[in-house]
């Protein structure tokens, strides 16, 4: 099939249609009245999967939106490889890639002749998803990520294709609009977590495993390769704090767990995250907690 512009066919989802299909396509498109009646109902007004579909080895598949299209686009490619051009770049997209369009922008993409991708999509509506897709990162020219969990993503996807193939009852619609949260939030988060091997991430495995001592960032800083600046401004980018912030989240976290599961006094829990002065071990506490770890202990939980 080749690139077409969308101004020629009446809605966007008729663009995504192929006359012989693809082998072992799925494909789900919600009548638009339906759209129409799900976007001014509770839940559905906010999230509302529209379009849902897997294309196995698209031979030909090609899409161009000059326009955009209505409904932000999600597309997470398996196998083989293609391509995507928003904001006038180009980026190839290969598999345990994720492709993310933002409602209203101009793109085109497609398979690659001779390797076509395998590639699960889907397409959503409503209030919520504008914000949901900028925490992913992606903007005009930077429409492509890693994905950190792509089978993690592919269930979703099948899951939401399964969901409407079978019905589009209300229920099934707030259903899928879940997984379609679930999918959007785990792209966020995934865009910040660091990727396997990386410094970063060798720097928060080895503060995991030092929660008994301080670490001082020049000295981790050297043992993943990085100045102490750099380490210190890629944990304030995944994290929101520094690097002895972040540490001491991770110590509190382990004080609270103690706290929850054993009957260890105070001073020793205190003593197996690093604080060896129980008194000040108790000003920590209280400072990240707002009370004293017996106060935290005797308080009532689930």
Known sequence: MQDMDDSTVPCDHAAMER???????????????????ALAAPVTRRMLVTDVGLFPRAAGHARRRPGGASEAIVIACA?????????????????GTAVVIPAGVAHAYGATPGDPWSIRWCHVRGTDVAELVEATGVAPGRATFALRSPERVSDLLDEMALSLARDTTPATLVSVAGLAWRLLTQLAADRLRPEAGSPLQRAMRELEERLD?????????ARVGLSASHLQALFREATGGGVA???????MARARTLLDTTDLPVGE??????????FYFSRQFRRVHGMSPRAYRGTRKG
């Open 19 to 37: 006359t012989t299909g693809f082998d072992g396509q799925r494909l789900s498109v919600l009548p638009r009245p339906l759209v129409g009646a």
């Open 79 to 95: 196998a083989g490889s293609g391509w995507v051009d928003t904001g006038g770049v180009r980026a190839r997209v290969a598999p």
């Open 213 to 221: 001592a301080r670490v001082p960032v020049p000295e981790l800083a």
């Open 245 to 251: 912030a972040h540490h001491a989240a991770l110590r």
């Open 269 to 278: 829990v205190g003593r197996r995250v690093g604080m060896a002065d129980p």
